[in-house]
């Protein structure tokens, strides 16, 4: 397969006739803890990978956007001047959302015309939709020869998403596409959005398996998640009014209030708090080189978000379920936002193939077809390089 990037520049120049003036890049990421904590202002560990989506790019001189996305032979165009929230449906929304938000906070746009191309998988949890909104920003914004804080852009593209796009995501994938670093996940307070990297060991894997499962119910069970946080938040404040979110909730505090919350609501917000926790102790388990430590809090992750909050899928417990069962997988967990996508196996390097063979095998057996398998490495954040010809 042609790289994502030559593919990109290759397209451009077939269309357009003259080499891009600028490229983009901004990667994909797996989130190794911390799901759906973000929302929550609480703690995420992701790392950006090296899968990312490419963006090939000239200013045009009026307010138009044309755009042709390579890997599906699809095109969209639009006007700068007439953005409005839900005005875009598909993947020309994200751009757009993009160009809407950076005007909105003072930056003046020039159009411009672009090809996309990636190798992030789409819909499999592995955020390419963030890849995509960052890619646009950080071209965007070179076009217009202006500058901002990468914690700024982050939370431009999550207004994008959030308002344009209308859809209620965190700010942990846009953060991992801006703040990845080569060999080191990124641990992220969502609360003040600092930021740790933290080394991830020479000698373990990641491997992902996408499910191929697409579900169309995951955009309305996430933002159905979110209310019922924010439910268990209201409940929460009659006893702890000094609460702000879950974040601020202990795993002692919500069992002495247990009593006072729906059952629902109290699994909800126990996921929550628990895997606030999982996060900061997967983190010194990865400081002191405690693999094992690290991966059973993997396990449990996952086991809370299939029972708790519940959004697994037999396909994702399969896989999980298969790669647990090989020796040198230290864990294993769905990652993302669930309903479908992918899981994540942290294993080690001599493991990999074994582990690869019984997802794909049992995974065969209980649904027919194949899941993707690949191993990621974390990798750095967006950049931009000007096309010097
Ligand atoms: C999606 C959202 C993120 C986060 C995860 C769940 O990827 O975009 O903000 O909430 O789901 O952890």
């Given at each position: ?14 269309r357009f ?34 899968r ?8 045009r ?51 411009l ?47 994008a ?19 990845g670093r ?13 930021t740790?990297?933290i080394?991830?060991p ?60 729906p ?28 693999l ?29 379920e ?14 993302g936002?669930?309903?479908g ?9 001599e ?7 019984a ?5 065969e ?5 194949r ?5 990621v490495?974390?990798d ?10």
């Amino acid at each position: 397969m042609i790289h994502a990037e030559a593919r990109a520049i290759h397209v451009f120049r077939e269309r357009f006739g003259e080499p891009p003036s600028l490229r983009a890049r901004a990667p994909g990421r797996v989130n190794l803890i911390g799901e759906h904590t973000d929302y929550n202002d609480g703690f995420v560990l992701p790392i950006a990978i090296d899968r990312a989506v490419w963006v090939a790019a000239r200013p045009r001189p009026d307010r138009q956007a044309y755009l042709i996305a390579a890997d599906f032979g699809e095109e969209a165009g639009f006007s700068l001047d007439g953005l409005r929230p839900g005005s875009l449906r598909g993947w020309a929304a994200y751009p757009a959302g993009v160009a809407w938000a950076l005007e909105r906070s003072g930056v003046h746009l020039p159009g411009l015309d672009a090809v996309i191309s990636g190798d992030v998988p789409i819909a499999s949890g592995l955020s390419s939709s963030a890849a995509l909104e960052v890619a646009f920003a950080v071209a965007w914004l070179t076009l217009s020869g202006r500058e901002m804080p990468r914690l700024e852009l982050a939370r431009l593209c999550q207004r994008a998403e959030n308002e344009f796009v209308g859809v209620r995501c965190g700010i942990m994938d846009q953060m991992a596409a801006l703040f990845g670093r080569r060999g080191h996940a990124l641990l992220i307070d969502c609360r003040s959005l600092e930021t740790r990297l933290i080394a991830i060991p020479e000698e373990v894997v990641v491997l992902v398996a996408d499910s191929g499962v697409r579900r169309e119910l995951a955009a309305s069970g996430y933002n159905e998640r979110r209310a019922q946080c924010e439910e268990a938040v209201r409940r929460l404040q009659r006893r702890y009014p000094g609460i702000r979110a879950l974040r601020d909730v202990s795993p002692a505090q919500l069992e002495e209030a247990r009593a006072e919350l729906p059952e629902l609501i109290y699994r909800r917000a126990r996921h929550v708090v628990t895997e606030n926790d999982r996060v900061l102790a997967a983190v010194a388990a990865l400081e002191r080189r405690d693999l094992l430590a690290f991966g059973e809090g993997l396990n449990a992750s996952h086991e809370s978000l299939r029972l708790d909050y519940e959004v697994s899928a037999p396909e994702l417990d399969t896989l999980v379920e298969a790669a647990r069962s090989v020796p040198g997988v230290y864990g294993a967990r769905l990652t993302g936002a669930g309903f479908g996508g992918s899981i994540l196996a942290v294993v080690q390097r001599e493991a990999v193939q074994a582990a690869s063979e019984a997802m794909a095998r049992l995974y065969e057996a209980r649904f027919g077809r194949r899941p993707a398998l690949f191993a990621v490495a974390p990798d750095e954040g967006a950049t931009v390089h000007l096309h010097a010809i």
